[in-house]
């Protein structure tokens, strides 16, 4: 199915109109073809998946006081709420690029 690009005016235009005929004439077949080709389909969640699957929950986070320059903060701050959770994305993708966290004080300074 090709995409199709429509303005604002078009989609409240359209709002709420179904194309009936053609979600009848979609078969099975085409249904699961189109969630095949979707890369935001979820897994399917049968047996297999559950024997296979674990529980992973989140470390907790560690309260920290740290100094860091203002304009840095202000930066972070202006980008809206939950700048303390950006800035610990950014520490942790850092960590990423540089290795595990076993490896604490083994590395080059920055």
């Known amino acids: 199915m090709p995409i199709v690009r429509r303005s604002a005016a078009e989609i409240l235009k359209r709002r709420g109109r179904i194309d009936r005929k053609r979600v009848r004439a979609t078969t099975d077949r085409e249904i699961g073809a189109q969630i095949a080709s979707d890369p935001d389909t979820a897994p399917i969640l049968d047996e297999e998946w559950f024997k296979t699957a674990r529980l992973v929950t989140p470390q907790p986070k560690v309260p920290v006081s740290i100094r860091v320059d203002r304009d840095v903060l202000e930066w972070f701050k202006a980008r809206g709420p939950r ?3 950006r800035m610990n ?3 942790k993708a850092y960590v990423a690029a540089h290795g595990t966290t076993g490896n604490a004080g083994k590395g080059p300074n920055p």
Do not use: D
Request: net charge neutral; hydrophobic share 50%; aromatic share 16%.
């Open 83 to 85: 700048y303390q959770s």
């Open 89 to 91: 994305a950014v520490l």
